[in-house]
């Protein structure tokens, strides 16, 4: 029997249809569901608001909010779309308003495209890239939106010729522009029209007209003067009214006539890339993964360093590169995506575990512009903004939050949005409700900790920002509450936290009026840890209601429990240790420090430049100072480059009482690292920079025997590395104890000795994230069948380990001194032919117990099985990979007797994909009972995960 919510669902999906068939584009109500099931209206407006948070349904509108299924969504944004575009009345005007950089150029192209009787001719100058074709097209648009050529016909031509296609041949080229006479030439049979009778009454784009000879520039000077011209091999004049619009990238005082030149009234100057601001470059890279979003009809969610690294890329091939790049790098993801989700194509898993959307990482870029993120351009290009450190995601319906680099960014907070995002991802990764709830409340906790240091900023702007974007109404209940908190709770509380307080009031009052639901997956932890605070709440949560106008759910009271215990005696850093860079140059330390702040989305790293030009004694002054000020009780670390520098921690001791410690170097992943130790431990000063230390040493000793390697010899060093610092990596399977212990063995045979590394095979089921977290920093790469997604540690599939170019790439990784975002490096490329033979060769390590032959036969009717009877579409070798390993793994299990026992989402995931459970085990049972193998229930379920 179907449950209440279930019926909802499909009357939603049922009518949706209807409608969309009949024309109607509306969708379904808490009301209209209700009227049609028979139920209380309230309750089909929980269900419905659950299935939306199940990613099941989406919704649109105020009140009366209106449902759709989550598959419709182009169809519903469709309407929406027409509406936005009307609201831009011509392609000039609406770059006008989002390129200031261009503002005055295209005010002039405005301008020649309006003269009367049919515009000025136009000569518009630039680098290649730069969007002069797109100029010219926008003025012939905005020519024909406005009508201003005095024609007859409604139809504006617009006639485009690139000069360079004949340049070798000017003969060719003039018979193109002008046509020619029967018999003006060999092989002249009739009379041919040109392109400049074609662009009568219209326009003719003339491109790289630098390549037009000079008699090619002297015909067109009876064309440009009196509207006349000839045919070649003809003595008729014929007249047109024609606006003559060239581009060329060459310096035009060398390479086209005076005389031309001077017949051209109006020149346009297009910048190049480099020259235009970073937030029109931004607008740019927004509008091309749009338009990539909607070629594929999927939304594309962008890390913030691929953004960082796209608004900061200024190659020579201006704008049309940089289109290009994105433009690859979508379809890079593209191709992992359809790898991921073969399946999906069958609609073999529930559609709260497809993966709806493009992941784009910094692996997805060409290498020459991920490589930017080491060099000083990029350092010095720094933008305060969350989208750079959070990302974005780009929907294929225009409907796009505003992407901003104001300071207003510095202020928001979305608990909401955060929880929906993290949500979808971790269900993506097919994990159950309870593992989902669990490893949300842990990531709530984290950032919302992260976001209120984020906005320790000027109280006098704080006040500013309030007043120009939040309600009075929400400041004086926020203020109101933190007031009597102080009083009750003994505590007191910044203005920065007041401002953070504010803005979730706001949302909170605006997700309500929409009809949207509050959930708090980290509700009952809060309940406890924050006991205080919650009791609290709930003691004046009538009063406030009633001021507010809105009942308040707990799920919202424990929201603001969070914001109540960050008072200030927590937010006070009065115990940690301060951390300073020190480097000669004028603004070497700065980049470093604003790199590392930017990077790990703190304000904690501080700097002191010493240009060449200024004393010692001054920089030590202002050091002293600096250290007076960053000092919060445990001392202060400093990393300094060379010279005095080094020698100066007794001075800085003496001179300001305070306790210092110095490392006597400075470069971007040392001091990276020594943020990531100073954040993540309560250690006394000496011990954090005896433990920084040691890796430093270690990094550097590391990378000088890798440069030495090659000389045969290397110098002997008594110091060896302990087990407790050494770098990790992790190996993932379902299990932990199948395909996950057999990549640790290869790899530990496979990875050279003077690589220090630990690696540790772990299932997918474990709370990974923690475990991560828990090893502070020293996991550098993850290894197996799933990805599961873990920030800031790299992820690589499980067939790498079969090649040695994949291994190769392992190594190289694994010596890279670079930064990265989660991400998925790009996996060795074979074929599943190539890969079968890789796994043949060493399926002993797989079924030790068992003849290969036999578990090898069996593995690959089980791949064809799935291939031909399930998943009904080739599949990428990682996936061939993935399930052959498995399978290999789960055959040696049974045969001694250690099947896996049913794991607690078992039941859960066979009654989701009851259909595709049948499936896979009648297709296991009719390749292994013959073997007399008898496949248990547990471990089908793992199957359903990676299936």
């Keep these: 029997m179907m449950r209440r919510v279930e019926k909802i669902e499909e009357y939603v999906k049922d ?196 390549r037009l000879p000079s008699a090619g520039q002297e015909l067109l000077f009876t064309l440009i003067d009196k509207g006349t011209f000839r045919r070649i091999g003809d003595t008729v004049d014929r007249h047109v009214d024609v606006m003559i619009i060239c581009a060329t990238t060459e310096d035009i005082s060398t390479s086209l006539l005076k005389t031309f030149i001077r017949r051209i009234p109006v020149h346009i100057y297009v910048p190049k890339l480099s020259e235009r601001s970073p937030k029109e470059r931004l607008q740019l890279v927004n509008s091309f993964i749009v338009q990539e979003a909607k070629r594929i009809n999927l939304p594309i969610w962008v890390s913030g360093n691929v953004l960082k690294l796209l608004v900061n890329y200024t190659g020579k091939g201006n704008i049309g590169e940089l289109r290009n790049i994105i433009n690859l790098s979508c379809a890079k993801s593209y191709l992992s995506f359809l790898s991921n989700n073969d399946n999906n194509i069958t609609g073999t898993e529930s559609s709260n575990q497809r993966l709806r959307h493009l992941q784009l990482n910094i692996y997805d870029l060409p290498q020459k512009v991920y490589q930017q993120i080491n060099s000083a351009h990029y350092m010095e290009n720094r933008f305060d903004s969350k989208i750079f450190s959070e990302g974005f995601m780009f929907y294929p319906d225009n409907f796009n939050k505003s992407l901003s680099l104001s300071d207003e960014d510095k202020y928001s907070i979305n608990l909401y949005y955060f929880i929906e995002k993290k949500i979808q991802a971790y269900r993506n990764l097919h994990l159950n409700n309870n593992e989902v709830e669990l490893r949300v409340a842990q990531d709530l906790d984290s950032y919302h900790n992260n976001i209120i240091q984020r906005m320790m900023v000027s109280e006098d702007y704080g006040s500013k920002l309030i007043d120009s974007i939040i309600s009075p109404i929400y400041s004086e209940v926020a203020d109101e509450i933190l007031e009597i908190a102080s009083k009750r709770l003994e505590r007191i509380y910044s203005k920065s936290l007041s401002i953070a307080f504010t803005l979730h009031i706001q949302q909170f009052l605006e997700r309500i009026k929409t009809g949207e639901i509050i959930y708090n997956p980290n509700l009952e932890n809060i309940r406890k840890v924050h006991e205080r605070e919650f009791k609290f709440l709930k003691e004046i949560e009538n009063p406030i209601s009633q001021k507010l ?68 004694s001054d920089v030590f002054n202002d050091l002293c100072k600096l250290v007076l000020k960053v000092n919060k009780g445990k001392g202060v670390l400093l990393l300094v480059d060379m010279g005095s520098f080094v020698n100066m921690e007794d001075d800085l001791i003496n001179a300001t009482g305070i306790p210092c410690k110095i490392i006597p170097l400075v470069s971007p992943i040392l001091v990276l690292e020594a943020a990531k130790i100073v954040l993540s431990t309560e250690d006394s000063l000496y011990t954090v920079y005896k433990r920084i230390y040691r890796s430093y040493y270690e990094y550097f000793v590391n990378q000088f025997k890798q440069s030495v390697n090659k000389a045969g010899s290397l110098p002997s060093t008594n110091s060896k590395k302990s087990a407790d610092m050494k770098n990790v990596i992790l190996t993932v399977c379902t299990t932990g104890y199948g395909s996950a212990s057999v990549l640790k063995q290869l790899l530990a045979e496979k990875l050279p000795q003077n690589i220090s590394i630990e690696i540790i095979a772990l299932a997918i089921d474990q709370d990974i994230n923690t475990y991560v977290q828990n090893l502070h920093g020293r996991v550098k790469l993850i290894v197996g069948g799933i990805n599961p997604q873990i920030p800031g540690v790299p992820f690589i599939g499980a067939e790498s380990v079969f090649t040695q170019e994949g291994l190769n790439k392992i190594k190289s990784f694994l010596n890279m001194n670079c930064f990265t975002t989660t991400t998925e490096i790009s996996d060795t490329v074979m074929t599943n032919d190539e890969a079968f033979n890789l796994i043949k060769q060493r399926c002993s390590y797989f079924t030790p117990s068992i003849d290969s032959t036999v578990a090898m036969n069996a593995c690959m009717a089980f791949c064809d099985g799935v291939k031909k009877k399930i998943v009904s579409k080739p599949y990428t070798s990682n996936y061939f990979v993935n399930i052959s390993l498995h399978f290999l793994c789960m055959l040696e299990r049974i045969h001694t007797n250690q099947a896996d026992p049913m794991p607690e989402w078992g039941n859960s995931i066979i009654n989701l994909n009851h259909s595709l459970y049948i499936e896979i085990k009648k297709l296991l049972n009719q390749i292994c009972e013959p073997l007399g193998y008898h496949v248990p229930k547990s471990e089908i379920c793992y199957y359903l995960r990676l299936l």
């Design 15 to 210: 009518e949706c249809s209807r409608r969309f068939n009949s024309g109607i584009s509306s969708g379904i109500t808490a009301s209209e569901a209700a009227e049609a099931l028979g139920i209380n209206r309230n309750d089909a407006s929980t269900d419905l608001n659950k299935l939306f948070s199940a990613g099941k349904l989406i919704k649109k509108g105020k009140k009366p909010v209106e449902f759709f299924p989550s598959e419709n969504k182009a169809d519903i944004c469709d309407t929406g779309l027409k509406v936005h575009e009307s609201k831009i009345n011509n392609a000039l005007d609406y770059i006008i308003d989002n390129s200031p950089s261009l503002r005055s150029a295209f005010q002039l192209a405005k301008a020649a495209a309006s003269y009367p009787p049919h515009g000025l001719n136009t000569l518009i100058t630039g680098e290649t890239g730069v969007g002069k074709n797109f100029l010219a097209e926008a003025m012939w648009q905005y020519i024909s939106d406005k009508k201003t050529f005095q024609n007859k016909s409604d139809n504006i031509p617009f006639i485009t010729f690139c000069c360079a296609e004949y340049a070798d041949n000017p003969q060719l080229l003039l018979s193109q522009l002008f046509g020619y006479a029967k018999g003006a030439f060999t092989g002249a049979l009739s009379d041919k029209e040109g392109l400049v009778e074609k662009a009568d009454h219209g326009i003719l784009f003339l491109d790289e007209v630098h």
């Design 549 to 616: 106008g809105v009942s308040i759910p707990d799920d919202e009271l424990g929201f603001w429990a969070m914001f109540l215990s960050h008072h200030d005696s927590s937010l006070d850093s009065s115990m940690e240790i301060g951390l300073i860079v020190v480097s000669h140059g004028t603004s070497t330390a700065s980049s470093i420090a604003n790199f590392v702040n930017e990077v790990m989305s703190i304000n904690y790293v501080y700097a002191v430049d010493a240009p060449l030009q200024k004393s010692f």
